[in-house]
């Protein structure tokens, strides 16, 4: 099993609609999560860290459910420029280091 | 800009050879990751250094990859006798601490391997 598992999409939505990102981790023991956006051919650059208690920011809301050991992003009225590659990642301890792990993405497609 | 720099942005090899990344992180940042993305395909971790501590090296795929932290900054990636399967850009990132902070990549240096 993959430590970080993402649907890879893509996601075809229409500009306006609300559309979501499920994440999955396998290390019970992991302590920080984040999403970063990827654009086409860019480097990957942080979108939000997720809280436990869940947090807003903008148009983009994410959850985490330790229990379930997953992380979600919620993306509300969505424009043209959101069209990216999503990363869920994941932060655990593993051998005396804290390992940063990327899932590969779940693709979104956003047309008029 | 102040932002994490490596070199070359491309490169173009012939199977065998060896080659050397550059990556010059945020002055200031303690850690330090190197990462490879094929075509179409998530980040995959390689090596992750923090402060003066031992690197860890778990992600290397083969012995034929290496790399060194000069004086807690800048990271040379180094691919020896490279094979096509290599061909992938490699990715290096910093950040403040090791534990919390936002990681900052660089463009990435785009291998290919003939």
């Known amino acids: 099993r993959k430590e970080v598992e993402q649907d890879p999409g893509p996601f075809n939505v229409p500009e306006g609609a609300t559309v979501a990102f499920n994440c999955t981790y396998s290390?019970?023991?992991?302590?920080?999560f984040f999403w970063y956006r990827q654009d086409c051919r860019k480097e990957p650059k942080l979108l939000m860290s997720v809280y436990s208690s869940g947090n807003e920011d903008g148009r983009f809301t994410a959850q985490l459910n330790r229990a379930s050991q997953y992380i979600s992003l919620l993306i509300r009225d969505s424009k043209l420029s959101d069209s990216a590659t999503y990363l869920c990642v994941v932060r655990f301890p593993s051998g005396g280091y804290n390992k940063l792990i990327f899932g590969a993405g779940t693709r979104l497609a956003v047309h008029p | 800009g102040a932002g994490v720099s490596q070199s070359p942005s491309n490169k173009v090899t012939e199977k065998g050879k060896d080659v050397e990344l550059r990556c010059d992180p945020i002055?200031?940042?303690?850690?330090l990751y190197w990462y490879r993305q094929s075509l179409g395909q998530g980040l995959e971790f390689l090596i992750y250094?923090?402060?003066?501590?031992?690197?860890?090296k778990s992600g290397l795929p083969s012995d034929r990859f290496s790399a060194e932290r000069t004086g807690g900054s800048v990271s040379t990636l180094t691919i020896q006798r490279t094979q096509q399967e290599d061909s992938a850009v490699y990715l290096c990132a910093s950040s403040f601490t090791g534990t919390a902070g936002e990681l900052f990549f660089g463009e990435g240096s785009r291998l290919t391997v003939l």
């Open positions: 250094f923090q402060g003066n501590s031992a690197p860890d």
């Open positions: 290390n019970s023991a992991s302590q920080s």
């Open positions: 002055s200031g940042h303690t850690a």
